[in-house]
């Protein structure tokens, strides 16, 4: 079974930044997209960002391009989210979940994604 831990959450003014890494308990990222989703307190979760599991490929949501940044690092088995300028709007729990899509592009749909993590709060202050 698959064993995703978030880290480096934390609160942050607006235009700060956070690095969150998303730590894979088995040497399956060679193999998985991991894909970055968050939830803010009585909205629906929704994608943020995700890279293919050759790393080839990244996507991310509109509010967040030009801001955020994935990577992988697949022999540590870590993927990382780099989130600059944050907004009051980018609060919430922030998720990674790995799946394999089996295609060249990674997406940022929830079903395509089957292994989950425990969440790590991210809270942007105005």
């Known amino acids: 079974q698959l064993q995703l831990v978030e880290s480096g959450g934390g609160l942050v003014q607006t235009g700060g930044s956070l690095r969150l890494s998303c730590l894979a308990s088995?040497?399956?990222?060679?193999?998985?997209?991991i894909g970055w989703f968050r939830q803010a307190p009585g909205k629906e979760r929704e994608g943020v960002s995700c890279?293919?599991?050759?790393?080839?490929?990244?996507d991310y949501a509109d509010s967040v391009k030009g801001r955020f940044t994935v990577s992988r690092d697949t022999a540590k088995n870590m993927v990382y989210l780099q989130m600059d300028s944050l907004k009051p709007e980018d609060t919430g729990v922030y998720y990674c979940?790995?799946?394999?899509?089996?295609?060249?592009?990674?997406?940022?749909?929830?079903?395509?994604?089957?292994?989950w993590g425990q969440g790590t709060q991210v809270t942007v202050s105005s």
């Open positions: 088995r040497s399956t990222l060679f193999f998985d997209d």
């Open positions: 890279i293919s599991s050759s790393g080839g490929s990244t």
């Open positions: 979940a790995a799946g394999r899509i089996l295609q060249a592009l990674c997406n940022l749909e929830i079903s395509s994604y089957n292994s």
